[in-house]
Nanobody
Framework: VQLQASGGGLGQAGGSLRLSCAAS????????MSWYRQAPGKQRELVAS???????YYADSVKGRFTISSDSAKKTVFLQMNSLKLEDTAVYYC???????????????WGQGTQVTVSS
C-alpha cells in the first residue's frame, strides 16, 4: 500500500483544515488506515482511526474537533480538523497498518507527512 497525504498548510486558531490521504495498491483497506501526528520534540501519536463500530477512535486532545472519514471508491481517507488550536501544529502522517489478504500480509505503510501550522 502506498499513501500520499495532502492538504496541510497554515491555519488560523479556531479555523479549519482538511487533510487527504490517497491510497494506492492492489488491495487497500480503508479500515486499516489512520492519522498520526508528530510535533517538534515529541513522539508520534495516534490522532484518529477507524473502529469496527464505525464511530472512530480519537485522541482526547482532538475529540469533538477532528473527524476521520473516507471515500472508499477513491481509496481516500480524510481528516477534517475544526476549531484548530496552536497545539495542533505538527507533521501529520497517514498510516495503513498491516492486514491479511488472500496472498499474505500487507506492509506497514506511512505517507510522507504533511505539515500543519496553526497560528494565532
Amino acid at each position: 500500500v502506498q499513501l500520499q497525504a495532502s492538504g496541510g498548510g497554515l491555519g488560523q486558531a479556531g479555523g479549519s483544515l482538511r487533510l487527504s490521504c490517497a491510497a494506492s495498491g492492489n488491495i487497500v483497506s480503508i479500515n486499516a488506515m489512520s492519522w498520526y501526528r508528530q510535533a517538534p520534540g515529541k513522539q508520534r501519536e495516534l490522532v484518529a482511526s477507524f473502529t469496527s463500530g464505525g464511530r472512530g477512535y480519537y485522541a482526547d486532545s482532538v475529540k469533538g474537533r477532528f473527524t476521520i472519514s473516507s471515500d472508499s471508491a477513491k481509496k481516500t481517507v480524510f481528516l477534517q480538523m475544526n476549531s484548530l488550536k496552536l497545539e495542533d501544529t505538527a507533521v501529520y502522517y497517514c498510516h495503513s497498518r498491516p492486514f491479511l489478504t488472500t496472498t499474505g500480509w500487507t506492509n506497514d505503510s506511512w505517507g510522507q507527512g504533511t505539515q500543519v501550522t496553526v497560528s494565532s
